[in-house]
């Protein structure tokens, strides 16, 4: 191998090293949260019913996807946790507002060790994200599929929740359909202004919205 290749490979390589940190991320750094609420009948539909999962079988709405500790740019994931991982009974006390345990389980390993707190903790203070965020009754309360524009839905939940800005929240579809409300929270779960490449709007028309089961 000629020595100008070699320092071109070396160079790439060096370029390649802050990025592959980013991803794995360290316990306990980062900037604020990002709170995903997910549509339950647009997963159940697109996802849930083909492998038969629990979440289902009951009559969930806006459920809890994570809590992720987010950089300005960037997350942070797969971080190495200094606690021991959730027991069975604390990812199971989640199902109700995440639909699974199953799904508690997988955030932690993914989003929630990043946090740097214990799994009660984390799971506490996902809890008391997704308490402190009104969800507008009007969406659990549609009779059969409907379309509608996801402006609209962002609509919903500014008007419900007094302070909360369009800067702060964002929607996002998936196969023509409302999957996810996320709002951005600081450290202490006051709402803040998302960063550039999280506030990414969904623009549909007639994004198609299911009704709960």
Partial sequence: MSRPLLRVLMLLM??????????????????YYVMALSWS??????????????????THGWVLHGLWPQYERGWPQDCHSAYTPPSRAQTAAMADIMGTSGLAWYQWNKHGACAGLPPRDYFA?????????????????IQRPIELPASLVEDAFIQENQGLLADQITITCRAGRIQEVRICLTRDLDPRQCGADVIRDCTLDNALMSPVR
């Fill in 14 to 31: 060096t370029l390649a090293l802050p990025a592959q940190a980013q991803q794995r991320g360290t316990a306990g750094d980062f900037d």
């Fill in 125 to 141: 203070l996902a809890r008391s994200a997704y308490d402190s965020i009104a969800k507008p009754t009007a969406f659990e309360r």
């Fill in 41 to 58: 009948p647009t997963w159940c539909a697109l996802e849930g019913d083909a492998s038969a999962s629990p979440q289902c079988d009951g």
